[in-house]
């Protein structure tokens, strides 16, 4: 279970999901290092400022979080920053697209492989995955595909970690009460109330259900190879 000698590396930790990830894991009594533009305001957190669409900064980032670990132990990446792209495939834009695929997919790629020496066994990979890793939506083309690429992403990694007691999970939320909700709140109650009405419980997600989940399969290796769907219930049509 979660101890004080195990370390949190974790993208994205300044707000939303990754703040609560954070946040649970310093109560947890985890040392975490948050990667991203703007530093985590929980307690404690180690923060190093990185572009994580920069692949020479994210290199530079490996190198800073390898001297912050230092020897190797139980690590937990946790990818969770992402490039929330609205665009359909009558408006596509490929510059946009390679920098959503740059972000949510061969970033947490990079960090990775260049983490992987690190991380001893019970060592764990989460991806912050989404509904829309398994199914498609209007206006969301590269943020589906990225999403989808993430799954097989994980899937790999399951494969190649294989026999080294590290192990990989896709968790996938749902709606949840985050900024990144506020072009849909923008549009008014009524689009709101529709989104609620695909909900099951008629609420949104909170960002510390979301952590809570993520903080579960830290020390759960039988998930290994897993997609954890954290939506409350959605209506499938």
């Known amino acids: 279970m979660s101890t004080a000698t195990d370390t949190i590396v974790l993208t994205g930790g300044s707000a939303g999901i990754g703040a609560a990830i954070a946040a649970r894991s310093r109560a947890d009594g985890r040392r975490v290092i948050n ?22 900064a994210v290199a530079e980032a490996i190198v800073r979080v390898r001297e912050l670990i230092g020897a190797r132990g139980r690590v937990h990446l946790i990818h969770n920053a992402a490039f929330p792209i609205a665009d359909a495939v ?17 970033t947490p790629a990079e960090l990775t492989a260049g983490l992987l020496p690190t991380m001893a066994p019970g060592s764990s ?37 294989f ?26 109650p009524e689009v709101m109330q529709q989104v609620l009405g695909m909900v099951s419980y008629g609420r949104l997600l909170t960002p510390e259900e979301v952590a809570d989940i993520v903080a579960f399969t ?9 997609i954890i769907h954290a939506n409350l219930g959605q209506r499938e049509s």
């Open 35 to 56: 990667l991203s533009r703007r530093p985590c305001r929980a307690d404690g957190v180690i923060n190093v400022a990185v572009d994580l669409a920069d692949a020479a």
């Open 218 to 226: 830290l020390d759960r290796p039988a998930l290994n190879g897993a």
């Open 90 to 106: 009558s408006e596509f834009d490929a510059r946009a697209c390679e920098q959503a695929m740059r972000l949510n997919v061969v």
């Open 125 to 161: 990979v989460i991806f912050i995955g989404s509904t829309l890793s398994e199914k498609g939506v209007p206006g969301r083309l590269s943020y589906c595909a990225s999403k989808h690429a993430l799954v097989g992403l994980m899937r790999a990694t399951v494969q190649d970690l």
């Open 163 to 188: 026999g080294t007691g590290i192990h990989a999970v896709c968790v996938c939320p749902g709606f949840v009460d985050t900024p990144l909700l506020d072009p849909l709140r923008a549009r008014g």
